[in-house]
């Protein structure tokens, strides 16, 4: 009896070893990384989404180079968009996306990328005008019939001095032009911006004014007459100038705690943006998406435009400045202009695996890039949206933003980051990306 007492207490000591020790198996991730599971949630000091743990580990991780502490993340206004890519045997893609902060983002002023969606109105509206035989290398002339408007006849950086909407959109996708989006603008006219916008489900985009001129919002509903013409001279479209009576919601967008106003008087109260321009990260980033691939968001909030013009918004969003022949701009701008995600404001040679496709901005200190990056050589590619903050002082219109300091390292260290977290991030299926390899050397 002794010995079978003894046998069964060695038999449950050897079970409760077993429950208590870990167990180890092949499976076991061996990475410090966390794996990523946008489907789950979690308890981590408190309920916990995948997303801010995600995040949370990518700003500790990585917190020296991307210059801020947590604590400032939203007096910095932070906002980011990491969307993950998975390719199945056939290269089929599913998405995973990843957004800081998880609550409603505040308002930040869009700058520059509210030109992306311009670009793919105006090539929707020259379908929709298909059977006037329009193209995007149509002449197309601006003439001027209301206060505040200017007119164009020609364009020195065409071959032939003809301005187009080809052309308007290189300038813009190259190095961000602002006179090449305000004649686009002038094109489709306020009210077809904002009505197929909220048509698309971008709900809250509000597209108000032309950039880098100072116009009433009355001369801001008011855009000018613009005739079509083909290369021997014909008429083949007028439209008269156009003025959008619709009236929007009210809004309370304000931004900082005091500014410059018109007067150079500072004003010791928020600026008040309710006025201007209004394009959130979201709505930006699935912008971008329907352009790079169009299955990645619902059908109803595409543009309706040809395969042909999607390729050609997508040559030159990647491509460089000095890339283009018309317009030509040499050594005016260096490789990495505009290539903030990535490559902040670094001058130096871009690498030649990695190209970028993207839209940014920057202006009353609000820094702000939307790419699709991919790198050939290592089969990396994924979708990164961002937007910070950079006017530490909280006066707008002084000049004294630390784009810098502050906003030209956040975006180059949160691009290279993120960039590290799919190169070591497990792949059952590498992509082809041979259809975003293009002829830069070709122009279109």
Not at 165 to 171: L, P
Not at 248 to 259: F, I, K, L, P, W
Not at 307 to 329: N, T
Not at 384 to 391: D, G
Request: contains cysteine; hydrophobic residues 35%; proline residues 5%.
């Amino acid at each position: 009896m002794h010995k079978i007492q003894y046998v069964l207490a060695l038999f449950l000591v050897l079970i409760a070893a077993h429950c208590t020790a870990p167990k180890r198996t092949e499976s076991t991730p061996v990475t410090s990384q966390k794996p990523i599971n946008t489907t789950a949630t979690e308890n981590m000091n408190g309920n916990t989404t995948p997303q801010e743990t995600f995040f949370k580990r990518l700003f500790t991780e990585n917190e020296t180079t991307l210059g801020f502490v947590p604590g400032k993340m939203k007096a910095y206004n932070i906002q980011v968009i990491y969307t993950q890519i998975n390719r199945d045997a056939q290269n089929n893609p599913t998405f995973h996306t990843y957004s800081y902060p998880g609550e409603p983002a505040a308002y930040y002023y869009p700058a520059s990328t509210v030109k992306l969606p311009i670009v793919l109105l105006a090539l929707q509206k020259l379908q929709e005008l298909k059977s006037k035989h329009i193209t995007k290398y149509s002449s197309m002339i601006t003439d001027a019939g209301y206060s505040g408007q200017t007119a164009t006849y020609n364009d020195p950086n065409t071959p032939d001095g003809r301005p187009c909407i080809a052309q308007y959109i290189k300038r813009i996708l190259l190095v961000s032009d602002n006179d090449a989006f305000n004649r686009l603008y002038e094109f489709l006219g306020q009210e077809y911006i904002n009505k197929e916008l909220h048509k698309k489900g971008y709900a809250s985009a509000q597209i108000l004014h032309r950039l880098d001129v100072y116009l009433t919002a009355d001369e801001n509903r008011h855009t000018n007459p613009i005739r079509f013409y083909d290369t021997a001279g014909n008429l083949l479209y007028e439209q008269s100038m156009q003025y959008n009576r619709t009236k929007y919601q009210e809004r309370n967008d304000v931004q900082g705690n005091a500014y410059y106003d018109g007067n150079h008087v500072l004003q010791q109260k928020p600026m008040n943006f309710s006025g201007k321009n209004r394009l959130n990260l979201e709505s930006l980033h699935k912008i971008l998406m329907s352009i790079v691939m169009p299955q990645s968001v619902h059908a109803n909030q595409r543009f309706n435009i040809s395969e042909e013009d999607r390729l050609f918004v997508l040559k030159y969003m990647g491509a460089y400045p000095a890339e283009s022949v018309y317009p030509s701009y040499g050594k005016s701008y260096y490789d990495t202009w505009v290539k903030f995600l990535y490559y902040g404001s670094d001058k130096s040679p871009v690498q030649n695996s990695i190209r970028i496709f993207n839209k940014s901005g920057n202006a009353y200190g609000q820094l702000t890039d939307a790419a699709y990056i991919v790198d050939f050589d290592k089969k990396i590619e994924f979708f990164l949206s961002a937007t910070i903050n950079c006017n530490t002082d909280g006066i707008l219109n002084d000049d004294a933003y630390d784009y810098i300091g502050l906003g030209y390292p956040f975006m180059k260290n949160l691009g290279n980051a993120i960039y590290r977290e799919e190169l070591n991030r497990r792949k059952k299926y590498l992509p082809n990306l041979a259809e975003y390899q293009f002829n830069f050397a070709a122009e279109n």
